[in-house]
C-alpha cells in the first residue's frame, strides 16, 4: 500500500471507497508527507512504545505510527472508516483498530487492557472542538499516559502555553501546566489538508509530569475555583468566587484566604498564576 499522505492517494481511496467528508466528526485529512513525520518525530516514537492515535481517518499517519512504535491502537469514531483503515493499513501487524468514541470510552481500562499498564504515548489530529474535554479526560483519567502530541488550533496552542496578563490565559492554560510540560512543536497551514479548514493550525507535545506541578490539597476543588474565576472574567475574583453556587465559601473566607495568598481584595481570577490558586485553594480549605 502506497502512503496516503499526499493529495493524490487521499483522493483516489476516498473514491474507491465513495467516502464522504462529516461535517459533525471534524474530518479534515492531512494530504503532506512532511507534516505527518514531523509529527510522528515531534512525538519521539520509538519502537518500544504503545501509541493510542485517536481519529486515524483514512489512517494518513497510522501508516508512519506503524512503522516507529511498537504497537498502536486507532480509535475512530466514523463506520464508514474502518474498512477504509482494514484495507489501508493492512500490511501492519502491529495495529488495531476500534470504532468507538473516545469521549465515551474509560480510557484507563482501555490502555490497561490493551497495552498491560505500560504507559501510552498519545498522538492525535483531532476535530478541534473536542480538544479540550478530550486533554481533560486523558488527564483525569488517570492512565498512564507519557505525553500527548496532537494538532490543535493555533490559538489553542498559544492557549495552552500563556500566564497571566494575557487575555488567552484561561482554565485551560492551567489545566494544561498543572499536569504537563507544553511545547509547541511547528505550526502547520491550512493547504496541508483536505478539505481545507478556517485557522491554521499547531502542533504541540504535552509531556506529561511525573508529579502535578503544584502541591494542592483537592485537585477537584481548584479546578473548581479556577474554572469559577474564569467564568466571570470581568469580576473580582471574591465576587467570582462567591456567585459560584458549586462553591460553599463565605464571603468573609474569601477575603481573608485571598488576602492570606498576598494579594488585594479587587484582585481578578486572571492574574494568578496556577502556584497562586494552589495557595488559595488550601487556604479555603483550612481548617
Ligand atoms: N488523523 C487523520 C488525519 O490526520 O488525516 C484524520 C484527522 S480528522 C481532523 C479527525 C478524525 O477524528 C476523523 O477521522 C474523525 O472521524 C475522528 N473523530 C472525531 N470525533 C471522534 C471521537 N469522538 N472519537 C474518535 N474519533 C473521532
Redesign the pocket.
Known sequence: MAYLASLNATKEIIEQYRFVF?KK??????IDANV?ENIVGAAGITSDDFVL??????G???QYLCERAGKVLA????RM?IPVLEHTLSEYDNVEIMQ?????TDIATMIQQKSNGKPVKVV????YY?TTP?LMKLFESGAPVESITI?VQKEVAERMQTGPGSKDYGALSLAVQYYAQAKVAFTVSASC?IPRPNVDSAVIRLTKHQTPAVEVKDEKMMFQIIRASFNQRRKTLVNGLKNAPALPFSKERIVAAVRAVGKSETVRGEALTLQEFAALTNELLKK
Not at 53 to 58: L, V
Not at 75 to 78: A, G, P
Open positions: 462529516q466528526y471534524g474530518q479534515n485529512f492531512l505527518v492515535e485517536i481519529g486515524p481517518g483514512i494518513t499517519m497510522t480509535v475512530e469514531i466514523d472508516l468507538q468514541d473516545i469521549l465515551k492525535a489530529n483531532l476535530p473536542i478530550i494538532m489538508f
